[in-house]
C-alpha cells in the first residue's frame, strides 16, 4: 500500500471504524475488552486490505497496544477508585511483568507474522479451553506462590501478552483467580497490569516497526495511527449496545459463545499459518 489514494485511505478507515464497532460490541456483549477482540478483528481487515503478511500480524499487535494505552487507563482508573485493584501486589510483581514485556515484544520484533498469528491462535485456544473446562469458582490454591515462582508467572503474562497484544485481563484474571483471587479484585488488578503491558509494549512496537515495509499509510512503526484513533471512539460508542444485548442473554451462555469465539479464531488462525 505504498501508492496511498483517497479511495484507499477510505477503505482503511472504513475498516478500522468497522473494527472497533464490532470490538466494542462484543466486549460490551461478552464483558471482555482490549486485544483479545481487536486483535483478530484487525488481522482480518487488514488482511481484507491486501496489507503484507509480513507485517499484518505485527500491525494488529501493535495498534492493539496503543488502544490499550487509553481504554486500559480509563478501567484501571475506574477500578482504582472502587478500591479492587491490589497495590500490594502490583508493588512486588510489576517488576517481573514488565521484564516480561520487554522480553516479549524483543521476541514478536524478530518474529515471522507467522509465527505472531500461530502464537495468537494457540494461546486463544488454551484460554477457550480453560472457559469450557474450568469449573466457575474452582482454585488450586489460597494465594499466589512465593519467589520465584509468582515472578515467573508474571514474566509469562507479560511476554506473553505483549506477544498476542492483549492487556493484562485475558490471562491476568484467570492466573488470579486460579490462587482464590476474588473476581473484582482479580478484574480490577489486571487492569491495571494491562498499562505496565502496554506501555513498552506499544513503545517497542513503534521501535521494531520503524523502518518496516508494507505499513498501511499512517502508521508510526507497527501502530497504524489511524486505526488509534477510531477503533477508541467507534468501541466506546459501540459498547452499550453490546451491553444491553447481553441483559437479554443469559450469563452461561455469554461465556459459552466467548469461549467457542476464541476457539473458532485460534482454530482459524492456525489454519491460515499452517496453509
Known sequence: ???????SLALLAGALLATGVVAGIIAGLLGVGGGIVIVPVLYYMFSGLGIDQDVLMHLAVGTSLAT????????????????SVDVDLLKSWWWAIALGVIGGATLAGNLSGGALTLIFGVVALVVSANMLLRKEGSAIAEKLPGSPF????????????VMMGIGGGTLGVPTLTLFSYPIRKAVGTAAAIGLII?????????YFGWEAEGRPPFSLGYVNLIGFFLIIPASTYAAPLGAKIAHTIAPSKLKLIFALFLGFTGLRMI?????
Open 1 to 7: 500500500m505504498e501508492d496511498i489514494s483517497l479511495v
Open 68 to 83: 490499550i494505552l487509553a481504554t486500559g487507563t480509563s478501567s484501571a482508573r475506574a477500578h482504582w477508585k472502587r478500591g
Open 150 to 161: 509468582k515472578e515467573l508467572m508474571g514474566l509469562l503474562i507479560g511476554g506473553i501478552s
Open 198 to 206: 502496554a506501555v513498552p509494549g506499544t513503545l517497542m512496537s513503534i
Open 271 to 275: 489454519y491460515d499459518v499452517m496453509m
